[in-house]
């Protein structure tokens, strides 16, 4: 039997993470969705999910390369794409450098985007 991929969105961005959701389940994988890094890294059960898809920059709370720290703490690898509105070149090696499987540009390219979760 064919597992479904499971892929964990995290953004505080209550629109982005409908959207987001909204495309996962289009392509038929399940996706959970997440207003923080915290309550992301509070779910039960991380080792079900497939891919992360991670904003980096959230106020107020663990950012998008805090969280990718905080996973490989856990031993746990998770494909992880992480995204931010606010890109430049320090940032995107940064992304690299955290070990983040790709990075994206806000807004995302929808097709971009199911093209990296198909290869996940």
């Known amino acids: 039997m064919l597992q479904q991929k499971v892929v964990a969105i995290v953004d505080d961005d209550s629109a982005v993470l409908s959207a987001l959701s909204s495309l996962v389940r289009s392509i038929g994988y399940v996706a959970l969705t997440f207003s923080s890094a915290e309550a992301f890294l509070a779910h039960p059960d991380l080792s079900n999910v497939t891919v992360l898809i991670s904003d980096i920059q959230m106020p107020g709370g663990i950012s ?32 690299r450098e955290s070990g983040a499987w790709k990075f ?12 990296c979760l198909e290869m996940a």
């Open 64 to 95: 998008g390369f805090e969280l990718q720290e905080g996973l490989r703490s856990r031993h746990l690898s998770i494909p992880t794409v992480l995204m931010t509105g606010l890109s430049d070149e320090a940032i995107r090696e940064r992304a």
């Open 104 to 115: 994206m540009q806000k807004p995302v390219d929808s097709d971009a985007l199911i093209e």
